[in-house]
């Protein structure tokens, strides 16, 4: 059972820049597809970006840019760089992982969740 906690979320002006992490205990990342996904309030959960477990990259359009995700599978660790925060991008920020064969853009297809970190930007 993979336990996933995210931190570095907060309140940051437009036009700054966060650096999420999350960390992963209990299990691997290595063999795992992950992923970033956000929930703004009122609406759906939505894919962010995506790293597979042989570390092919894939990010929302709003986000290509702008946003840079990574993994160190050594420290068992996730990132998403977020740069050019605009007020569309507050949400809460939850990282997921998979044990999948495919990197997919799916809320239903990851089987581990972290609790969520919020991202609020001020304009």
């Known amino acids: 059972q993979v336990q996933l906690v995210e931190s570095g979320g907060g309140l940051v002006q437009a036009g700054g820049s966060l650096r999420l992490s999350c960390a992963a205990s209990?299990?691997?990342?290595?063999?795992?597809?992950a992923g970033w996904f956000r929930q703004a309030p009122g609406k759906a959960r939505d894919f962010v970006a995506g790293v597979s477990w042989n570390g092919r990259t894939d990010y929302t359009d709003s986000v290509k840019g702008r946003f840079t995700i990574s993994r160190d599978n050594a420290l068992n660790m996730m990132y998403l760089q977020m740069d050019s925060l605009n007020p569309e991008d507050t949400a809460v920020y939850y990282c997921a992982a998979a044990p999948a064969s495919y990197l997919s853009r799916t809320p239903s297809h990851y089987t581990y969740w972290g609790q969520g970190t919020q991202v609020t930007v001020s304009s």
């Open positions: 209990g299990g691997t990342l290595r063999t795992s597809n």
